[in-house]
């Protein structure tokens, strides 16, 4: 604590920086970190659905464009998750098998990037939470164990799902193992090719595991013979693991990201922050958190946003996506469907259009074409920003991270360093002392190709496909 309440007192000279870096017993820090013992691994997720000030509109079933009804979940999903996809409860109970696995890897640690700050020369406060250190190396296992939980207790003995990357399609591995239940996972094809490690990863924790499209199921094969050479998408992807889990009974299907129970069972990253903010007696001025499909990032603000509808109102909470897939950003707020083949429900949310294929960019987890409903209901209500960002900046601001805080961070991660750098680096000019936050959702270790490609000088960047987004849009779901 008393390295905390000296931190709070520098100004922006470095020597001043240094000095204030001391703590009590005088040694200087670079490595300042805020654990947690594991009976503060939350007992409760906190669904944010039962504070919004715009209720979430319903989702409507792919077939008729009528509300979905529960039943019309049951089969792909267990009961247990349909109640919490459906609740507005604002708390909801953590079984204490599922508390028992987070224990393997929960509380994570907040980090202050001492370090990072100096080599800046900032006067702002840069923190970040390391999910990297679950056994998949993401924050993904943080619902795959409880979706392989639930789906266990209700006899289910299979679970399908698509990868993006690669993390979602090792998280569920590991969580079905676990649990004993057998996985198959669908990897967008141009991951599959670039990434065989993850493919490993998945192989050792006991799951099947094709390059999407594949020509396992109808859609794979339609898709392939109309398009054999395509990289494939996560929308493509999602639409071949619901066909498997609805054309076998003993199968369901888990999602990774977007689904409000996915952004429920995140949360626990957020309410292990906000004690961990108490422990540095700080609060943040901006959180930034990367966004795919939306799963990390609300995990860590949602349990925020109760204080920035009351005594927070200043507190900025930034969404960040790459320029190749923009959904916040340059997306429309509409009904679309969640997969390709049009199988999931309708949703309603910020999309470029569910057959929008995007660029083959190294952060292979954010590419999908649309966003969670529960972080595009709180985007378009203004109470969450958003901003894109270009994978060669993205890259170049992960280098530094990684020779100042010594993690390499996941590609996707990036995304929210980059802002939260050029923040702290406007900060220096004006000499605020800000507090910034960034999740840190994963290590790199699995993308050392990509950080290969930017050392050579390889990575483009793609500029918004506006035309191919256009016609995509044009094929919305008319409701
Ligand atoms: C999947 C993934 C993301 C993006 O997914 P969200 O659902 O938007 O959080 C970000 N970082 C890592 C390391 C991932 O595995």
Not at 276 to 292: R, T
Not at 317 to 323: G, K, N, Q, R, Y
Not at 364 to 387: F, K, M, S
Not at 429 to 438: D, M, P, S, V
């Amino acid at each position: 604590m008393a390295i905390s309440k000296a931190l709070n007192k520098y100004d922006n000279t470095n020597d001043v920086h240094k000095v204030a870096l001391k703590s009590e017993d005088g040694v200087f820090r670079m490595k300042i970190k805020y654990l947690l013992d594991e009976e503060e691994i939350p007992k409760k997720w906190y669904n944010v659905a039962a504070d919004m000030p715009t209720p979430l509109d319903p989702p409507l079933h792919p077939g008729t464009l009528k509300l979905m009804s529960p039943a019309d979940m049951e089969p792909i999903f267990p009961k247990a998750l349909i109640k919490q996809e459906m609740s507005t409860d604002r708390w909801i109970d953590i079984p204490e098998e599922v508390r028992d696995i987070y224990r393997l890897w929960r509380p994570t640690p907040l980090y202050r990037a001492a370090a990072l700050e100096k080599a800046l020369k900032t006067p702002a406060k840069i923190y970040y939470k390391y999910e990297g250190v679950s056994p998949a190396g993401s924050h993904k296992p943080n619902t795959a164990v409880p979706q392989a939980y639930y789906n266990m207790k209700e006899g289910i003995e299979r679970l399908a799902t698509e990868t993006g990357a690669g993390q979602w399609g090792s998280a569920l591995a590991l969580a079905t193992t676990l649990f004993g239940l057998k996985c198959t996972v669908y990897m967008v094809r141009s991951s599959f090719d670039s990434k065989p490690y993850r493919k490993s990863a998945m192989r050792v924790w006991g799951a099947e595991c094709f390059a999407s499209p594949s020509d396992k199921t109808n859609f794979g094969r339609k898709i392939l013979s109309e398009m054999p050479d395509t990289p494939g998408s996560l929308g493509i992807a999602i639409s071949e693991a619901v066909e498997d889990a609805a054309t076998h009974n003993d199968t369901n299907y888990a999602l990774g990201s977007v689904l409000n129970h996915v952004l429920l069972h995140q949360t626990v990253e957020g309410l292990e922050l906000k004690k961990q903010f108490d422990l540095a007696d700080d609060y943040p001025d901006i959180m930034y958190g990367c966004c795919g499909g939306g799963s990390n990032f609300p995990g860590m603000v949602f349990p925020f946003i109760p204080d920035k509808m009351k005594d927070r109102k200043d507190l900025r909470l930034v969404a960040c996506e790459p320029s190749a897939c923009p959904s916040l950003t340059k997306g429309l707020y509409a009904y679309d469907f969640g997969d390709t083949a049009g199988m999931c429900p309708v949703i309603k949310m910020f999309t470029l259009g569910h057959d929008f294929i995007p660029p083959g960019i190294h952060a292979g987890g954010l590419r999908y074409h649309g966003d969670a409903p529960l972080l595009c209901n709180l985007v378009h209500d203004g109470l969450i920003e958003a901003t894109a960002l270009q994978q060669t900046e993205v890259f170049e601001a992960a280098t530094l991270f990684a020779r100042t805080e010594g993690i390499i961070p996941a590609p996707e991660a990036s995304h929210a360093i980059k802002p939260a750098i050029d923040e702290a680096l406007r900060c220096k000019k004006t000499g605020e002392a800000k507090t910034l936050f960034i999740s840190l959702t994963g290590h790199g270790h699995f993308d050392l190709a990509a950080y290969d490609a930017y050392n050579d000088g390889k990575l483009v960047d793609y500029e918004y496909p506006a035309d191919l987004v256009k016609q995509s849009l044009a094929k919305l779901p008319k409701v």
